[in-house]
């Protein structure tokens, strides 16, 4: 017992206070305080109420506090104690078909859940030697995804989107229609209207009860914001260690680094590129990196990046892209056609399509990629009416299976493919 009592004590220090010496922006400076980085301190405010805020860094004698509400109350000579040293959260079976906050607060308003389990926001990571090699598929439902960039179950593919091309819907779709046993979708920095939206339309009762939601939207602290990407990843993390295949869905990772940015530079981080300080590139692989397969069971990661601007080598989209096993493009172009998925099959790639499908298979999506590229080389040519039948078979072919690969290609988002249907089409289509 005393053994256990050290243990504890050693983890949250007894007693352990300060004061608040200034306020700058959001940033806390409170002196006295040697609390770790991470940690959780409270505040108490004038109002008699307790304001919870985290320690983000040092600055001299100080330690800096980012807050997880209003500053209202808050004076110099605030006194602050430290609440938690160790950022955990509670786990359970019982959270399929709940939605909550970053905190791990219900937001549902149904009654609380009985959670067993105590799980770290900040594991270890896999080590390398210890991940299998991923060889099995994934069925996403997506027709488009499955015959051209089949997923393998372990595997993390970005989908790099523009603002309102359907990437949410995308989202929607792909956590209804998997194979996986269990979704963890965690939504960052969405607008407060979109995350009901989303719930109800996109995600549906059938996805919501096999789901779980965590919800961080874009009024929410940044501190909250980046704290509901390690809860929802450690609830994944959970999942798949009792041995299911877990489909982790994050909308969107260009939140996260935002978040990240936010609070790099409130603690004095300088920036680097483009605004962004070094912390959040080094912050990225080790968040990305905790999906994937182990002999328990697997994560497999969809990570949405909102390209800024359209432009796909901004930083946060070239650093995500070289991290991750492969991407989905969605095409602006495509989507004002009213072409969904607005899948842009020339642009993305699935790294693990090759160890997960057959040789058939492969080489019927090889052909198809073909004709697309024919199609799109000679576009400049057949829209001016310049280009003549015969001069490329290849063109030739894909104009005469236009109508075809289109249907292939589009999908209602309330339809729902298996594997072995988009493999057969496929090789329908090109033979």
Not at 132 to 137: G, K, N
Not at 174 to 179: D, M
Not at 181 to 208: A, C, K, Q, S, T
């Amino acid at each position: 017992m005393l053994a256990l009592e050290d243990h504890v004590r050693s983890i949250l220090p007894v007693g352990l206070t300060g004061r608040v010496t200034r306020i700058v922006g959001l940033t806390v400076s409170v002196s006295g305080f040697p609390a770790p980085l991470g940690s959780i301190a409270k505040l108490e405010t004038e109002q008699g109420t307790i304001l919870e805020a985290e320690v983000v860094g040092f600055s001299g004698e100080e330690t800096l506090l980012l807050p997880y509400g209003e500053l209202n109350g808050v004076r110099r000579g605030t006194r602050a104690t430290l609440g938690q040293s160790v950022q955990g959260a509670r786990v359970g079976d019982a959270l399929l078909g709940r939605i909550i906050n970053g905190r791990g607060r219900f937001l549902d308003g149904l009654p609380p859940a009985i959670l067993p389990r105590h799980v770290s926001l900040q594991s270890s990571p896999i080590s390398p030697m210890d991940r299998p090699r991923i060889c099995d598929a994934l069925a996403t439902g997506v027709r488009a995804i499955d015959g051209l960039l089949t997923c393998g179950k372990g595997q993390r593919l970005g989908i790099f989107s523009g603002s309102g091309i359907g990437k949410s819907t995308l989202l929607g779709q792909i956590a209804r229609s998997t194979e996986a046993d269990v979704n963890v979708v965690v939504l960052i920095g969405e607008r407060g209207r979109e995350v009901r939206e989303f719930i109800e339309r996109d995600l549906g009762p059938e996805g919501l009860a096999r789901s779980v939601v965590v919800v961080a939207t874009g009024d929410d602290p940044a501190v909250l914001r980046l704290r509901a990407a390690y809860l929802g990843t450690a609830i994944a993390e959970f999942f798949r260690d009792s041995g299911r295949d877990v489909l982790l869905v994050m909308d969107s990772v260009t939140r996260f680094a935002l978040a990240q940015r936010e609070i790099g530079l409130a603690a004095g981080e300088p920036p680097a590129t483009r605004g962004y300080p070094p912390s959040v590139f080094a912050m990225l692989p080790r968040l990305l990196e905790r999906s994937g397969r182990t002999s328990s069971g697997s994560i497999t990661g969809f990570y949405t990046v909102l390209v800024e601007g359209d432009d796909p080598n901004e930083p946060i989209s070239d650093a995500v892209r070289g991290i991750l096993d492969g991407h989905i493009v969605l095409s602006r172009k495509l989507a004002q056609r009213s072409h969904f998925p607005a899948i842009d099959v020339l642009a993305s790639i699935s790294r693990l399509m090759s160890e997960v499908t057959s040789g058939e298979h492969r080489d019927a999506a090889a052909s198809l990629r073909h004709l697309l590229a024919a199609r799109e080389q000679a576009d400049d040519l057949i829209s001016i009416g310049a280009y003549q039948n015969g001069s490329n078979p290849a063109v030739d072919a894909a104009l005469r299976l236009e109508e075809p690969i289109r249907k292939f290609l589009q999908q209602k988002s309330t339809e729902r493919a298996t594997l072995d249907e988009a493999s057969r089409q496929l090789k329908q289509l090109v033979n």
